[in-house]
């Protein structure tokens, strides 16, 4: 088995994950996840999205969070944010954005129900932001949604990830991140998926981006470094759950990838013990337990070796 | 990617599940369930344990159990029944077995303190019972339990697991179920223990038996096939939690894996929507929500469709 010998992760709780939150999260409460994030070691921690808060009153304090965060930005971390448009570019650039991402589905269902356009047309909207966030030295990742199936038109061509993909990274985009955002992927129809992607866009540049909806995303991530990708998004706490269907899960949880690779024997900087205490903390505060099964079973342990202490 | 064409799937909801369930579940309930299984396409469903009462109250009707579900057993399908010791099997023969299983743990430590004896102890301890099945014509399957890791002793060595399973077959085994028993398994540890097992056993004579505990079942099942490892056990709605530690995962929920062979192209016979059917009945008699994913993303659809049924 020939594997990737380090991984590096990029955070999406603060983002991915709060943002389908119901409950409206104080904006100490965000600042604080990204410090505490940080320090468990993650190395790059999306920190909001500058989106409208008419759509997304959730991230509405997008710019007073980022600029308490890079106010105290810790050496080495990357901090991006979401900018779905010129305009949220630049009140991210204002707030000191260094790092900024931008997305397009692989389906035209997808697309034009949620940004009302086709792809082409929302690829091309994004050209100005690429250009200006290369004038200001600002690095742009790109996000693919739905790589191997839409909730309206079912299956995805690998195809048309791969041209979606090509594309984003001809804009500018320093990587690509590819969204099985609905969670249907096993690790068949994402290898096929990464096969065709790797055929116009070089492995270095691609990322891994799966939803546990199934419960597949460790086994989808495991398939995806046989293939040789070593960069995967994740949410703490599998924060989030699944937009397209109250009550199941959503992000791959942070620490359940995090358990996985340390297993593998693959450096990540991720120190678990400390991740799960992020979990529990950010569930805590809202009001529930961690979703992820490797919290859960830390939490258990951890709380049976409190009650037998002769035991271990 | 070489993988099986087709799988067969132990059902362990009835045993190693309920087993673990504080809540004493009624006897109609189980016949109940084993019904509903076999309803699903389940084609082998371990009962119930012939294991003494005092010691699992839980399993203390599996005569009735085991004689209702042979009177009227499906065509097709094993109904094999756990025999930890010759008075065991005798009761099981007595109540209609055609097929038992036994087991030795790859720890010398899990073995102590479980059974009270070394490993090569409790494996002389079934010869008796082997030579008896053989001679009543009942087919015997073997487990091993702690096949990577251990709650006493840490990490288990893979040439300890191989030459249990080594021994399980020579003294009549017709297959032998390689248990993580605690869930610390990961796609690495998994491979390299399959590695040692199958130097002295063919692969067509090994299952896989992964708990979930730490949610890496369904993608040690994929490194395991990619092995060619072509049997599973898993118990519906992942019956029966952690004895190791409460509060955590425990089988893989028989719906996760059917969900991924499904994509993967390989055959069951299970049906997936009835199978979610049984792990939502089976739930719900226990007071709780399925524990997987797939049966909750599953139930999660059906309610918004249920809800929304234009936008289907």
Redo the contacts between chains.
Sequence with gaps: ?SLPASVRIVEMGPRDGLQNEKRLVPTDTKVELVRRLEGAGLKAIETTSFVSPKWVPQMGDNSEVLSRVLAQAAAGVAYPVLTPNLKGFEAALAAGATEVAVFGAASESFSQKNINCSIAESLERFRPLTEAAQAAGVKVRGYVSCVVGCPYEGAVAPQKVAEVAATLLEMGCYEVSLGDTI?V?????I?RMLEAVMKRVPVARVAGHYH?????A??N???SLQMGVAVFDAAVGGLGG?PY?????GNL?TE?LV??LD???MATGVELDALVDVAAWISAELGRDPA???A??V???R??RATTPAQQ
């Design positions: 088995m969670g992927g096993n690790p068949a129809s290898s546990d909806t199934y419960g597949m460790v086994a991530v495991f398939a699944c269907a109250a009550g199941a899960s949880a359940d358990w996985m297993g593998l024997g992820s099964r490797v859960r079973a939490l258990a342990k709380a049976q």
